[in-house]
Every structure is written in C-alpha cells, then in structure tokens.
Nanobody, 113 residues
Framework: QVQLVESGGGLVQAGGSLRLSCAAS????????MGWYRQAPGKERELVAV???????HYADSVKGRFTISRDNRKNTLYLQLNSLKPEDTAMYYC???????WGQGTQVTVSS
C-alpha cells in the first residue's frame, strides 16, 4: 500500500515562504502524475499544481508565479515551494498520486495578515 506523508506546513506572515514536502512509499511514485491540492474551511478542495512523471507542470491561476511544484524521483518526494504567501492561501494542503488516487493526510498552512 502506498503512503503519502506531507510535511512543512506552518504559520507564516503574509509575504513569507514555506516549502512543503510529500514523501511517498512504494514504487509508483516515479510513474505517477503527482499533485498538490488545498482545502480551506467551508470551501471545496481545489487543485493547486500538478507535475507529470516527465516533469511537465500546471498551476492554478491563483498561484501562478508564486508557487513552484517539483519532484525528486530518486527520493520519491514531491515538493511545493510557496512564495509571496497571502492570507487567502490559508488551507490544508494535500499531496496526491493522481493516477492511482492516493492521498496524504494533509499539512496545514496558515498565513496571517
């Protein structure tokens, strides 16, 4: 069974930065499209960014130019660099192995104004 474990969330002031990590167990990581999603209280879960097994990326308009998704297939780890954070970025952030529909438990990001 594949496990995805996120880390790196926390409390940061507006304009600050965080780096989220998602460590994956199992052998599916390198062949999966991986993604970061987020869910704020009272809102639906939304896509933040995805990266294909070959490294192609796609971002939600709301985070373009501020967030960067990357992956290290040797380490089975997915990353999300969050820069220029805004209070509206406050949410629980989840990583997902999209092709196999596996999800982590999430890491909380809180941005204060």
């Amino acid at each position: 069974q594949v496990q995805l474990v996120e880390s790196g969330g926390g409390l940061v002031q507006a304009g600050g930065s965080l780096r989220l990590s998602c460590a994956a167990s199992g052998s599916i990581f390198s062949i999966n499209t991986m993604g970061w999603y987020r869910q704020a209280p009272g809102k639906e879960r939304e896509l933040v960014a995805v990266i294909s097994s070959g490294g192609r990326t796609h971002y939600a308009d709301s985070v373009k130019g501020r967030f960067t998704i990357s992956r290290d297939n040797r380490k089975n780890t997915l990353y999300l660099q969050l820069n220029s954070l805004k209070p509206e970025d406050t949410a629980m952030y989840y990583c997902a192995a999209i092709d196999n529909d596996y999800w982590g438990q999430g890491t909380q990001v809180t941005v204060s104004s």
